[in-house]
């Protein structure tokens, strides 16, 4: 088999490398590495050997075929201002490998189907009570999103960057709903931005689907959708009792899983402070460094899907190193797609033994709850 060119950029530009800095770690001239990623000429057995050392990923690697390209237009991303474009690249990165994996899980499992309705034509208020009514949430406060949106058909990864600029991102493949979250942010703030990627994939899918790029006033809509979406204005309002201290909205937080500049937010919006309260409210925030951490954190959310796949692949004798050998990937970037939940979800019996979870010719199906 010959090696595939395009694999080795991939590879290159997934770890955040320039062609530069892979060529002064080689001991060649950049010209060699343009050479290799554009198929002229191949590694040497010795230098690919070492390239795979450097990129870590297995040498199988980098004989398989095209991977799957998310155009940049194509995804929702948060925050796109601050990022690099190496940054997003080693993001959209992530995001090939979590379609491997998926793809990977669903010739096993049969996962929920999408049920994401187009919102298009609603404001971020409509769009966000329209679609709870659609799933039977009403106002109730969602105890986990991750959850919610499995049961829905969405596909939930994290992104194994540990990059602040990189909030999060959305995008269609296969027509199935993908979702991928920065897990070193608080939990208020990963939930909030998966109802931000909530709203993209409603609201937004026409443009994702074809490639337009995403403007400052749709980022600025999702926003919206995702403070009514988490919390509901007739939910809130009915919830405001007396007067809305610092040490009131701390406990009122807990409510909708939400930070605290979120809700102090969403209630000025719904006209529940005066302006002065609000923007005293905002200093006090930023005086105790609320804007970055939370007075009485919640618990980080994971994926139950996840959990129920490396369950049953646990049961079956089925480990992550079987799982990463079959997708030629390394067991780092496994664990770090699923939240880790392969390092206490996966035994690793099988260890050493080469087995690989067999495609059942009627996958099981899992099921999910709110």
């Given at each position: 088999?010959?090696?595939?060119?395009?694999?080795?950029?991939?590879?290159?530009?997934?770890?955040?490398?320039?062609?530069?800095?892979?060529?002064?770690?080689?001991?060649?001239q950049?010209?060699?590495?343009?050479?290799?990623?554009?198929?002229?000429?191949?590694?040497?057995?010795?230098?690919?050997?070492?390239?795979c050392e450097l990129l870590r990923f297995p040498e199988e690697f980098f004989f398989g075929d095209d991977l799957p390209v998310i155009n940049e237009h194509t995804a929702s991303f948060r925050s796109m201002s601050k990022m690099s474009a190496t940054l997003k690249r080693t993001a959209l990165g992530s995001g090939t490998t979590a379609f491997l994996l998926n793809d990977w899980i669903e010739e096993r499992f049969r996962l929920p189907e999408a049920d994401l309705p187009d919102l298009s034509?609603?404001?971020?208020?409509?769009?966000?009570?329209?679609?709870?009514?659609?799933?039977?949430?009403?106002e109730a406060p969602i105890s986990n999103l991750i959850h919610l949106l499995e049961l829905k058909g969405v596909r939930v990864y994290s992104l194994a960057i540990e990059a602040k600029e990189v909030d999060a991102f959305s995008v269609w493949h296969k027509e199935r709903p993908f979702v991928f979250l920065n897990t070193f942010k608080t939990p208020e703030h990963s939930r909030f931005d998966a109802a931000h990627e909530l709203g993209h994939l409603v609201r937004d899918r026409h443009s994702m689907l074809h490639g337009e790029a995403h403007s400052p006033e749709m980022e600025k809509e999702a926003n919206?959708?995702?403070?009514?979406?988490?919390?509901p204005k007739d939910s809130v309002t009915g919830n405001r009792a007396g007067l809305l201290t610092m040490g009131k909205l701390i406990e009122m937080k807990r409510v909708w899983g939400v930070s605290l500049a979120a809700l102090a937010f969403r209630i000025?919006?719904?006209?529940?402070?005066?302006?002065?309260a609000y923007r005293n409210l905002?200093?006090?925030?930023?005086?105790h460094g609320y804007r970055t951490s939370e007075p009485n954190p919640m618990g980080p959310e994971s994926s139950q899907l996840l959990r129920k796949v490396f369950d049953s692949l646990r049961n079956e004798g089925i480990?992550?190193?079987?799982?990463?050998?079959?997708?030629?990937?390394?067991?780092?970037?496994?664990d770090n797609l699923t939240f880790g939940l392969t390092i206490s979800g996966v035994s690793s019996t099988a260890r050493g033994s080469g087995r690989v979870a067999p495609k059942p010719s009627s996958p099981p199906k899992l099921k999910l709850f709110k």
């Open positions: 088999m010959n090696m595939n060119p395009s694999r080795l950029e991939f590879a290159r530009t997934r770890r955040g490398w320039t062609k530069a800095r892979l060529a002064n770690e080689l001991g060649v950049v010209r060699s590495i343009q050479g290799y990623e554009s198929g002229e000429y191949a590694p040497e057995p010795e230098r690919l050997a070492h390239m034509d609603l404001s971020p208020e409509e769009a966000a009570a329209t679609l709870r009514r659609i799933w039977g949430i009403g919206a959708f995702a403070g009514a979406f988490l919390m000025n919006q719904l006209g529940l402070f005066t302006e002065w905002c200093i006090q925030i930023a005086k480990s992550r190193t079987d799982v990463a050998r079959d997708l030629c990937l390394s067991q780092q970037d496994i």
